[in-house]
Antibody, heavy 118, light 107 residues
């Protein structure tokens, strides 16, 4: 069974940092591209980052570019999101999603809540 | 960036109704469109990919159509478990934008 489990969320002050993790199981992690998607409270979904199978190709949304860093460790079946210079508007549930065949996010984690507040 | 709009943003319907949601892209995206269902407090669930392909395990009352800039999601006979918010997403080019969502509520 495919499982994605996010962790690392919590309360952080503006300007602070946080590192999210996504533990993958039930599939060959190194064979799949991955995405991070977030959802602010009561709002819609926002794609924020993509990473290729090897980690050599990475994309970011404009709202996080230069502040967030996506990475992966295929030996540990894990995806990461390093978030720096956090702002109140980064408050959201963060989801990792498996990106399949270049045209679908077919499995999603349960999400982890990040709250940026003083 | 490619912008997606959805209509309606909200619809009220009854069990058994046929429901259609439209997603429009600001430029052509071929068939690189997916539809997701999201219930409160839960992760999105993939329903349709490549505009019209039903994800494994999704009931056949869900269907998708369209290409280029206009797409539709249809629920042929609305069931109680279908009351949720529906999002489209384009996967033609980065950033992989989502539509603003359509909330389907009980009439």
């Amino acid at each position: 069974e495919v499982q994605l489990v996010e962790s690392g969320g919590g309360l952080v002050q503006p300007g602070g940092s946080l590192r999210l993790s996504c533990a993958a199981s039930g599939f060959t992690f190194s064979s799949y591209e991955m995405n991070w998607v977030r959802q602010a409270p009561g709002k819609g979904l926002e794609w924020i980052s993509y990473i290729s199978r090897s980690g050599n190709t990475i994309y970011y949304g404009d709202s996080v570019k230069g502040r967030f860093t996506i990475s992966r460790d295929n030996a540990k079946n894990s995806l990461y999101l390093q978030m720096n210079s956090l702002r109140a508007e980064d408050t959201a549930v963060y989801y990792c999603a498996r990106f399949n065949y270049g045209d679908r996010n077919d499995y999603w984690g349960q999400g982890t809540l990040v709250t940026v507040s003083s | 960036d490619i912008q997606l709009t959805q209509s309606p943003s909200f619809l009220s319907a009854s069990v058994g109704d046929r429901v259609t949601i439209t997603c429009r892209a600001s430029q052509g995206i071929s068939s690189y469109l997916a539809w997701y269902q999201q219930k409160p407090g839960k992760a999105p669930k993939l329903l349709i990919y490549a505009a019209s392909t039903l994800q494994s395990g999704v009931p056949s009352r869900f269907s998708g159509s369209g290409s280029g800039t206009e797409f539709t999601l249809t629920i042929s006979s609305l069931q109680p478990e279908d009351f949720a918010t529906y999002y489209c997403q384009q996967l033609n080019s980065y950033p992989f934008t989502f539509g603003p969502g359509t909330k389907v509520d009980i009439k």
